[in-house]
Structure formats: C-alpha cells, structure tokens
C-alpha cells in the first residue's frame, strides 16, 4: 500500500468519524485532493486508491498537468483566485470553480461559458475572517454577487467557499465556518435558492468545517505529503 492510500484512508476516517460526531451522514462530505504541489504521477496514484475529486490554484499549471485528461468519473475543481483573462481556460478545464468572488469575473465567466456552451458551476469565495491578504468578498457583498450568478444563464450558483486562518487550534477556526453556514443560510431565505454546497477546512481543521456543516473539504497535505 503507498504511503498516497494510507493517507487517504486516514483522512476518510477522520472525515467519517467527524460527520458522526455532528449526527450527519459521512457520504454528504467530498474530500476534494488540494493537488497543486504535486505531479501527476501523485494525482494519478490518488486516483487509483479512490479519490474522484482534485483542486488546483493555478489554471496555467492545471493546463499543463491535465493536458491528459482525467477519467470522466474524476472531477477538478478550481479552488484558487482566477484573473478575468484566465476565464476561458478555466471553463474549458473545470467544471466546479470555487473563488467567484467580484462582478467583473462573474461577466467573464458568463460570457465565456455562453460562448463555449458549456455551463459551469460556480460558488461565491467569502472572506468571512476579514484577512487582508486573503482574497473573497465580504459577507456583506455576497447577496449582489449571488443575484448577478443566479441571473446568469450560464452559470450555476451551488455554495460557498471560504478560507480559514492559519491558527495553532483548529477549534479557533469555529466561528468562521459557523458564520460560513449562517450566511449561507441567509442567503437562501432571502433568495430563494438552495446553496447546498460548503467548501470550507483544510488539512489543518478540515475535522471541526465537517462539524459545522462543510460538504466540501480542500485536503492536499495530509493526502500527498508521503511518509
């Protein structure tokens, strides 16, 4: 066994094990392989112990590392800031894009989508923290973007996303994934559209985002990092 399944398996118990505690069904949370700093040979290993689901940050390096493209039952997601001009290289390569987070990248995405016919789905990046080098909206803008994304033809608003701060106890990241849910909540009252998606937690507090209602979590290190 590589040290690639055993890592996934960890994680999966881990994940399993979380759900459980919460009294949710562990199969509603996709462990998403945060793929972006390693090869493909990693990927393709991660693919054969059962993993479906990989992010990557960069569309320019995930051109080059998919240029074959996965198995059709495998899934990328786009998990980091996008520019506008990378729009059309990201529709063509992901279907799930996870950091709509401005207007103008809403246009792009829509214009590039309408032009390819190809429908993507996307979810709204929120900086629930409040970090200045993080990127995201504010919570306070995320009903306009919701509103432009749902008026879009072409794109489909699933959830949202948002990124932690890097703290020594997990349980300090809390009140950010609670105050993701909420707003999500919200937004649905107040839209009339279902967000049924959380992507939030990562290798270091992916246990406590479970607890608190991710459907979605973003794992590289704990995956690929090999003994």
């Known amino acids: 066994m590589s040290s690639i399944e055993e890592n996934l398996i960890a994680v999966r118990r881990r994940v399993n094990e979380a759900a459980?505690?919460?009294d949710r069904d562990?199969?509603?949370v996709r462990i998403i392989g945060v793929s972006k700093t390693v090869?493909?040979?990693?990927?393709?290993?991660a693919y054969a112990a059962g993993l479906?689901?990989?992010g990557e940050n960069r569309v320019p390096d995930a051109l080059a590392k998919f240029s074959d493209p996965l198995p059709a039952d495998a899934t990328l997601h786009l998990i980091g800031y996008l520019q506008t001009n990378k729009a059309r290289d990201a529709i063509s390569l992901f279907p799930i894009i996870h950091s709509v987070d401005r207007p103008h990248l809403i246009e792009a995405l829509e214009h590039r989508a309408a032009a390819a016919g190809k429908p993507v789905?996307?979810?709204i990046q929120v900086n629930i923290a409040g970090?200045?080098?993080?990127h995201g909206c504010e919570p306070e803008q995320a009903f306009d973007l919701a509103g432009r994304i749902i008026e879009a033809e072409n794109l489909d608003l699933i959830g949202l996303m948002t990124i932690a701060p890097q703290v020594d106890d997990a349980e300090m990241t809390r009140p950010v994934f609670s105050g993701l849910r909420e707003l999500r909540d919200e937004l649905q009252q107040r839209l009339g559209h279902q967000l049924p998606e959380l992507s939030m937690g990562m290798t270091n507090d992916?246990?406590?985002a479970v607890a608190e209602g991710a459907t979605m979590v973003r794992v590289g290190r704990?995956?690929?990092v090999e003994n």
């Open 20 to 22: 459980e505690r919460a």
């Open 26 to 28: 562990p199969s509603s």
């Open 39 to 45: 090869g493909r040979d990693a990927v393709n290993r």
């Open 52 to 54: 479906r689901d990989f």
């Open 121 to 123: 789905k996307v979810m």
């Open 131 to 134: 970090e200045e080098q993080k």
């Open 206 to 208: 992916f246990e406590v």
């Open 222 to 224: 704990a995956i690929f």
